[in-house]
């Protein structure tokens, strides 16, 4: 859906936090519209959770670096110190602020201003400058809640589960590229894979620093992004594999039978992905243990040459990696769901 899109969203809810903190603080009269505006430009993300992080971190950097830069500058005429004391003692303390805790970052705007052009009146200059940037950063929290709103817990489940369907459209290319003599795929050529799975990366590193659908926090979908992290580690693997020279006999022979393989693997992933994005743990299977058992009959008992059985030997143990890390997702998914040691895998045929 088009309105879905980042491209869409994101300028749509930007445009509604700017105008609400314009139109809000035009109507009460409150000056330093301009730093309303700016602070509801800049907090404004992809998620609701990323959005309420954002303003929430630049309301309290701004009140760290108000609470700097009026000190330092009251502290300076105290003392008779020049300007330049005064903007080298705040800019710095911000700079240390935000090296140490990055979500003070906001603190050497505030800081930075107040010391280098502070208002006659520097408590109430600083007072108008604080409740302007509380002002915009609320209006990019109510634009996050009501135009086009996306929860990063949500986004971040249908993308692990679009990035597990790449990756088994993957497997299945893979085998069957083996099959014909061709080329094998690479993560490269599925621009969707890498899509999906920085999307999914970026939904939990938004959703994880505050919890509000989620009070508990959604402790199942954290286990699922770092477990499917870890099956990402077998793509390389894969990559390095494809890399090697087949003969044909080496294709004739495993072909059908690595293709068994990725299909009952590309059955459960399609598995997966659905109870990911319903939070149904029911029809779950690991791989399939006979066309695994016929891909190892088929390398005991093939007519290679020793360089040939170097080779196959390399393939079969790149794809008993994939169903190891598969199977591990699978039986922690269903043992998570369920309270307790997984239920007995029911192996496809």
């Known amino acids: 859906m088009l309105l879905g899109r980042d491209g869409v969203r994101l300028p749509l809810q930007t445009v509604g936090a700017v105008l609400l903190a314009y139109a809000w603080m035009t109507w009460q009269r409150m000056p330093d519209v301009a730093w309303g505006a700016f602070s509801a430009l800049f907090v404004v993300r992809a998620t609701i959770e990323g959005t309420v992080t954002e303003a929430i971190a630049r309301i309290v950097g701004a009140m760290a670096g108000v609470a700097l830069g009026v000190g330092v500058v009251l502290l300076a005429a105290a003392m008779n110190l020049s300007i330049a004391w005064s903007i080298v003692a705040s800019v710095g303390a911000a700079a240390f602020m935000s090296i140490r805790w990055p979500w003070l970052g906001y603190s050497l705007v505030t800081a930075t201003i107040l010391t280098v052009a502070p208002d006659d009146d520097i408590l109430a200059g600083a007072a108008s400058k604080t409740l302007a940037i509380c002002v915009g950063s609320t209006s990019g929290i109510l634009a996050a809640f009501t135009v086009l709103p996306l929860w990063a817990r949500a986004s971040m489940r249908y993308n692990m589960a679009a ?177 307790g040691p997984s239920s007995p895998i029911q192996h496809r045929r």
Request: aromatic share 6%.
């Open 163 to 339: 990035s597990l369907e790449s990756y088994g459209e993957l497997l299945v290319d893979w085998a069957g590229a083996l099959g014909q003599g061709r080329p094998r795929p690479r993560e490269q050529d599925k621009p969707a894979l890498a899509r999906a799975r920085w999307r999914a990366a970026s939904m939990a590193c938004q959703a994880r620093p505050l919890r509000l659908r989620y009070p508990r926090g959604d402790r199942e979908a954290d286990w699922l992004h770092e477990r499917i992290e870890q099956l990402w580690l077998t793509v390389p693997l894969l990559e390095r594999v494809g890399r090697l020279t087949l003969t044909d006999n080496v294709c004739n022979r495993l072909g059908a039978s690595l293709d068994e393989v990725a299909r009952a693997a590309r059955r459960q992933i399609d598995a997966l992905a659905r109870a990911i994005r319903e939070k149904n743990g029911q029809g779950l299977a690991c791989p399939a243990t006979e066309p695994l058992a016929r891909l190892a009959q088929a390398i005991e008992h093939g007519a290679f040459s020793p360089a040939e059985r170097e080779t196959v030997a390399l393939i079969a143990w790149a794809w008993r990696e994939v169903t190891r890390e598969l199977d591990a997702v699978c039986q922690g998914l269903e043992a998570r769901r369920h309270g």
